[in-house]
């Protein structure tokens, strides 16, 4: 692939071009500079239609994007951590790579085991030595004379 392709896994490359990054003023305290220069970044990034993507990397990256993900399958992060632009803009590519790479990652199947006679027999047999115990506690009325 070519170097101005994010590389995300060895398989998965993001072309830049499906990154749109946009501008915004942050919040939060920083004086005169809050109010003046706008660097917080804003990444959009429309997992639904990215052609880099395979499809079951796809409905994984919008399930595990949960509420940051829009009706339409757009992802978008806000990063306002730091003071520059720049930093943002990487914190901001990052946490979509972490996503993306997250979501890459095939889940296991789950087989269902059945638990062993034994296993299910010292359960019965602890559950008993418990009941005896708490028996042993209780109070009754005809002990109150």
């Given at each position: 692939m070519p170097d101005s392709h994010l590389q995300i896994?060895?398989?998965?490359y993001l072309?830049?071009?499906?990154?749109?990054?946009?501008?915004i003023r942050s919040g939060g305290p920083g004086g005169q500079n809050v109010n003046k220069v706008s660097t917080a970044?804003?990444?959009?990034?429309?997992?639904?239609?990215?052609p880099s993507l395979p499809a079951a990397v796809r409905n994984r990256v919008l399930v595990l994007a949960g509420k940051r993900a829009t009706k339409d399958g757009v992802i978008v992060?806000?990063?306002?951590?730091?003071?520059?632009?720049?930093r943002n803009r990487d914190e901001a590519i990052a946490r979509l790579v972490?996503?993306?790479q997250r979501a890459a990652?095939?889940?296991?199947r789950r087989v269902p085991t059945r638990a062993t006679r034994g296993s299910k027999e010292r359960r019965l047999v602890k559950k008993k030595q418990r009941g005896g115990v708490k028996s042993t506690r209780r109070v009754t009325p005809w002990d109150d004379d």
């Open positions: 896994t060895p398989a998965i072309d830049p071009s499906e990154i749109e990054m946009t501008f970044a804003q990444l959009r990034f429309s997992a639904a239609t990215s992060f806000t990063a306002h951590e730091h003071r520059s632009q720049e972490d996503l993306i990652i095939v889940p296991k």
